[in-house]
């Protein structure tokens, strides 16, 4: 897989992942123009969304008619340490909270859904992956 992403302007950025053009950009309280979602609110959507859509394939599998879905994710963020000139260090996400609240077509699919939400999350590759502790290369080009 792979997501192509092309500089715009200040901190902006346009992101291509197969057909999709995704925006990406920082509030203005972050030096960006805010004409678009963070990178860390993207990983916050690319966790919910992951575990949605394993929740929402369990609940399939099984024939469970689902009425209303509705995942949640809290990032937390925080500055980690001083730097050098005594002030805020780096902005890290040092947490994650998410929540799924699900309403049933029919209550009596409710002991069946007990499966589903003891197994979805081991399905949800972007979450599983995360809690592993992804390893990331980085290289840097200089080009012209």
Known sequence: MRIELDWKEGVAFTAKARQFTLQLDEPESFHGAD?????????????????????????????????????TVDVELHHEGANDGGGRGPLRIVGIKA????????????DVLDLCIESFKKYCVVTQSVMMGIPVDITVTRLG
Do not use: N, R
């Open 99 to 110: 929540s799924i609240s699900v309403e049933l077509q029919d209550d009596g699919d409710a």
């Open 35 to 71: 004409t678009g979602p963070s990178s860390a609110e993207y990983f916050g959507v690319s966790i919910g969304g992951c575990l949605g859509t394993s929740f929402a394939y369990c609940a399939k599998h099984v024939d469970i008619q689902l009425k209303a879905m509705k995942v």
